[in-house]
């Protein structure tokens, strides 16, 4: 069974252009997450949807990022302009339900904003 | 915002060892927990499952003490694969705490 695909695996850019991230769920999932890792903060919460609506983007850190779920295969995170500070692991998880269902990860997106 | 805390460690044991690691959460409604395994430059993988007392696999153990709020990770005989960093977090609260690391020395 396919697991949660991202892509790219890497990306490193220039600070002030745009980036974007990409995410396709384990087929069957209705709930989808994305996450940013940094060795500081370590596994932070940025936004989750449900049957590919927004629930929670508390966690969205500015304006700066956004997100969109347009169909239940397909999710994108994208920051305009990006920033240095936002050089992190960014994750996309997947599963059954919003809650108390576990979680399954993709193999994540390494960016780096020079 | 720490809704889920753990000891970071850094956890160095011999191998057979038993080793045990606890999260503590301030959420009193939170009803399931989950215990991942991250090892270094991976994705989280979910471990094991908690949705009552307790979940036994193996060589491990997830505890669940509600009355005190944590939850707890028992490794018994540990392997040198064991070497990672343990997180875990609130099924419905989404924070994982910031992880424990585990080395397991020959």
């Known amino acids: 069974d396919a697991g949660v695909i991202q892509s790219p695996r890497h990306e490193v850019t220039e600070m002030g252009q745009e980036v974007t991230l990409r995410c396709k769920p384990i087929?069957?999932?209705?709930?989808l997450f994305w996450y940013r890792q940094t060795m500081m903060r370590g596994l932070e919460l940025l936004i989750y949807?449900?049957?590919?609506?927004?629930?929670?983007d508390s966690g969205m850190p500015e304006d700066r990022f956004s997100a969109k779920m347009p169909n239940a295969s397909f999710s994108t995170l994208k920051i305009q302009p990006s920033e240095p500070r936002d050089s992190a692991v960014y994750f996309c998880?997947?599963?059954?339900?919003?809650?108390?269902?576990?979680?399954?990860f993709g193999d994540g997106t390494r960016l780096s904003i020079l | 915002r720490k809704e889920v805390e753990q000891d970071p460690g850094p956890f160095n044991v011999p191998e057979g060892a038993t080793v045990a690691f606890n999260c503590t959460y301030s959420?009193?409604?939170?009803?399931?927990f989950f215990w991942y395994r991250q090892d270094c430059r991976k994705e989280p993988k979910l471990l094991m499952s908690?949705?009552?007392s307790g979940n036994e696999d193996g060589r491990f153990t997830a505890q669940l003490n509600r009355a005190s709020q944590y939850i707890s990770l028992l490794i018994r005989d540990s392997k040198l694969s064991d070497s990672a960093t343990y997180l875990c977090?609130?099924?419905?609260?989404?924070?994982f705490g910031t992880g424990t690391s585990l080395t397991v020395i020959p």
């Open positions: 949807f449900n049957n590919n609506v927004p629930i929670d």
């Open positions: 908690v949705y009552s």
């Open positions: 959420n009193s409604a939170s009803q399931s």
């Open positions: 998880a997947s599963s059954h339900g919003v809650s108390n269902q576990p979680q399954h």
């Open positions: 977090v609130s099924g419905n609260q989404f924070y």
């Open positions: 087929s069957g999932h209705n709930s």
